[in-house]
């Protein structure tokens, strides 16, 4: 056999081997893509059963504030004064609740805060108490921080923590709660300075 026929038998091999090589490779590639596929779907399955398992967790800690409020205003003695009857609608235990009212008063030209609050408590599930409203010092209720209008008629807000250790705040305007999570990366909201500021103030006295 001469030798230019081994060279075209050597060459029709090498690309046979080159075909299936190729074969081989584009279906391991096609496997591994699907094994990939099938992780990134099994990894995002499990991060959902995560947060799901997490929410079910937060809603069986998570307690609910409503309330009514009467306040009044000592003209003579220019201080405000209030009472607010809180009331936990929630399934957790609402801890160093607090509720707070303020208004933005105008004085000739500019506006001056006032904000009244309660003292630190705590509700169970169900559970109802009145808690008298005096002025505070320290950081004052804006709009920022009680979620609506602090003008010359006023606003109020109510704040707590769960046994979880997640913040809340809650603002008439709202079907539900503002949440700051304990585990949560994002920074704190402008409403939680406030409370911060308020839960250390109370604490104190």
């Known amino acids: 056999m001469s030798d230019e026929r081994w060279v075209a038998i050597g060459t029709g091999l090498l690309a ?71 009331s936990n609608k929630g399934r957790g235990l609402a801890i160093n609740c607090l509720f707070c009212y303020g208004w933005a008063i105008p004085v000739g030209a500019v506006t001056t805060p006032v904000t009244i609050t309660t003292d630190l408590f705590d509700l169970k599930p169900d559970e109802t108490k009145g808690a008298t409203m005096r002025e505070r010092s320290g950081t004052q209720l804006t709009n920022e921080m009680a979620g609506a209008e602090v003008g010359e008629y006023g606003a109020g807000a109510a704040f707590c923590q769960d046994l979880l250790g997640n913040h809340y705040r809650f603002v008439p305007s709202k079907p539900t709660p503002d949440v700051h999570r304990r585990a949560t990366d994002e920074a704190e909201p402008r409403w939680m300075i406030f409370y911060r500021d308020q839960f250390k103030l109370l604490s104190k006295s």
Do not use: C
């Open 16 to 86: 046979l081997m080159t075909f299936i090589l190729a074969a081989i490779t584009a279906w391991n590639v096609r496997k591994t893509g699907r094994l990939v596929e099938a992780t990134e779907r099994s990894a995002a399955a499990a991060a959902a059963t995560v947060i799901e398992i997490q929410r079910d967790r937060e809603l069986e800690h998570s307690p609910y504030l409503d309330w009514a409020v009467k306040t009044g205003r000592d003209v003579e003695h220019a201080t405000s004064f209030g009472n607010a009857q809180v």
